[in-house]
Nanobody, 122 residues
Framework: QVQLVESGGGLVQAGGSLRLSCAAS????????MGWYRQTPGKQRELVAT???????NYADPVKGRFTISRDYAKNTVYLQMFSLKPEDTAVYYC????????????????WGQGTQVTVSS
């Protein structure tokens, strides 16, 4: 089975930092885009940052200049380095990856992690 497993969430004070990790595993043929999204109760899931297989990146306006997305191709892992965290960054952060997998036939689709809680206190 194909899985995305996040780690690195937690409680941090405003102005602090956290580094989220997401590792993909399973019968993966290739990974195209990987990214991070976040969601709070009563609000739709929103894009945080994405990175393509070509290395280009895209950030949501609220996190530009504070968050950095990176990718380790050898480990099938994407990271989100978060600096200068604000209370409004509090959310469940979800890892996303568009992958070509064998399930059991060849299939390309978006996969989602279980989410990791990030809480920023003031």
């Amino acid at each position: 089975q194909v899985q995305l497993v996040e780690s690195g969430g937690g409680l941090v004070q405003a102005g602090g930092s956290l580094r989220l990790s997401c590792a993909a595993s399973g019968s993966i043929v290739s990974i195209n885009t990987m990214g991070w999204y976040r969601q709070t109760p009563g609000k739709q899931r929103e894009l945080v940052a994405t990175t393509t297989s070509g290395g280009s990146t895209n950030y949501a306006d609220p996190v530009k200049g504070r968050f950095t997305i990176s990718r380790d191709y050898a480990k099938n892992t994407v990271y989100l380095q978060m600096f200068s965290l604000k209370p409004e960054d509090t959310a469940v952060y979800y890892c996303n990856a568009r992958m070509l997998v064998i399930t059991p036939t060849l299939l390309e689709r978006d996969y989602w992690g279980q989410g990791t809680q990030v809480t920023v206190s003031s």
